[in-house]
């Protein structure tokens, strides 16, 4: 628990309560900072109630100043603590308490046994930046988020000639682990665990590519992940529709697979949505990711930093 003192106010930062005031407050700091949330007190008690979710608070009293959150993911590139969101009400900012914030996160992650930590942060919010770069953090490659909101369930049919999408099973382990250089075990592994989902498309018997999904609640959405995708060949050029007669080898792959990742989604009723980091070097799943319905949010810069003793 850490006291801080600035121009005569008592602050108390701590770790979230699981009280609707508490909840109540993190809906209020939202409300003025971000305004992305769209859940209830009620739904943000039950989400940080859920294992691998975190939060904690800056109090002035019963009033919550600011937050920060943060969730564990696993992947094919490992574990790893992901610090999502910090917000500090504009009356309560350039105190240092952002900096604050994220220190106990980044505790709390290694804490928790993880060894690395990352954040994204819009390239235009320098205070935010600076939060984590004096705990750490170093900036990383630039990316696009790209967000797909589930609007409808129905189904959407399959392209002629594009390459064949289906789930992975844990007997597929040693497909997907030869696209990345993945240890099999390690895959099936994966595979297997609660929220989460890989991809394969395959074009007359030949494996073209995977995308791995993974599935995250976070205070403002639960969606999946695009978390990696990986494409080569393209299905029969010979049966491709000539309004999609551009999209082809690797390109094609990946709208596939782009495609695939929304209808599995869709699929599952209480998911709001898909999202997509694309770094803007990688144009296949930048273009495909586009092209299935994905709207541009913003440019972010990655932060990351490895979580020691």
Same mark, same amino acid.
């Given at each position: 628990?850490?006291?801080?003192?600035?121009?005569? #106010?008592?602050?108390?930062?701590?770790?979230?309560?699981?009280?609707?005031?508490? +909840?109540?407050?993190?809906?209020?700091?939202?409300?003025?900072?971000?305004?992305?949330?769209?859940?209830?007190?009620?739904?943000?008690?039950?989400?940080?109630?859920?294992?691998?979710?975190?939060?904690?608070?800056?109090?002035?009293?019963?009033?919550?100043?600011?937050?920060?959150?943060?969730?564990?993911?696993?992947?094919?590139?490992?574990?790893?603590?992901?610090?999502?969101?910090?917000?500090?009400?504009?009356?309560?900012?350039?105190?240092?308490?952002?900096?604050?914030?994220?220190?106990?996160?980044?505790?709390?992650?290694?804490?928790?046994?993880?060894?690395?930590?990352?954040?994204?942060?819009?390239?235009?919010?320098?205070?935010?930046?600076?939060?984590?770069?004096?705990?750490?953090?170093?900036?990383?490659?630039?990316?696009?988020?790209?967000?797909?909101?589930?609007?409808?369930?129905?189904?959407?049919?399959?392209?002629?000639?594009?390459? +064949?999408?289906?789930?992975?099973?844990?007997?597929?382990?040693?497909?997907?682990?030869?696209?990345?250089?993945?240890?099999?075990?390690?895959?099936?592994?994966?595979?297997?665990?609660?929220?989460?989902?890989?991809?394969?498309?395959?074009?007359?018997?030949?494996?073209?590519?995977?995308?791995?999904?993974?599935?995250?609640?976070?205070?403002?959405?639960?969606?999946?992940?695009?978390?990696?995708?990986?494409?080569?060949?393209?299905?029969?050029?010979?049966?491709?529709?000539?309004?999609? +007669?551009?999209?082809?080898?690797? +390109?094609? #792959?990946?709208?596939?697979?782009?495609?695939?990742?929304?209808?599995?989604?869709?699929?599952?009723?209480?998911?709001?949505?898909?999202?997509?980091?694309?770094?803007?070097?990688?144009?296949?799943?930048?273009?495909?990711?586009?092209?299935?319905?994905?709207?541009?949010?913003?440019?972010?810069?990655?932060?990351?930093?490895?979580?020691?003793?």
């Amino acid at each position: 628990m850490a006291i801080v003192y600035r121009k005569g #106010t008592r602050l108390e930062i701590r770790p979230f309560a699981g009280t609707l005031r508490d +909840a109540q407050g993190l809906v209020e700091v939202d409300g003025e900072t971000f305004q992305q949330c769209h859940y209830t007190p009620d739904q943000l008690v039950e989400r940080l109630s859920e294992p691998g979710q975190w939060a904690a608070v800056v109090v002035e009293g019963t009033n919550v100043a600011g937050f920060v959150s943060a969730f564990a993911t696993n992947s094919l590139d490992g574990r790893r603590w992901e610090v999502d969101e910090l917000a500090v009400r504009p009356a309560y900012q350039g105190r240092g308490l952002g900096t604050r914030l994220v220190a106990l996160a980044v505790e709390q992650g290694a804490k928790a046994g993880l060894t690395r930590a990352r954040a994204l942060v819009a390239t235009g919010n320098l205070a935010s930046q600076r939060a984590f770069e004096n705990n750490g953090f170093r900036v990383g490659k630039r990316v696009d988020l790209l967000l797909y909101e589930i609007g409808g369930r129905v189904p959407r049919p399959q392209v002629a000639g594009a390459p +064949a999408v289906r789930e992975a099973s844990p007997s597929d382990a040693a497909a997907v682990a030869s696209l990345g250089g993945y240890a099999p075990g390690k895959v099936a592994r994966l595979i297997a665990e609660p929220g989460h989902v890989y991809l394969l498309a395959a074009g007359s018997e030949t494996l073209l590519g995977c995308a791995e999904l993974i599935e995250v609640h976070t205070l403002q959405y639960r969606g999946f992940w695009l978390e990696s995708m990986r494409a080569g060949g393209g299905g029969d050029r010979a049966s491709v529709p000539e309004a999609d +007669a551009g999209w082809s080898g690797p +390109a094609r #792959t990946a709208k596939a697979l782009a495609s695939g990742a929304l209808e599995v989604a869709k699929r599952r009723a209480d998911l709001d949505l898909v999202g997509h980091l694309a770094s803007p070097a990688d144009r296949d799943a930048y273009a495909a990711c586009v092209s299935e319905g994905f709207r541009l949010m913003g440019a972010y810069h990655v932060l990351v930093r490895d979580l020691g003793p």
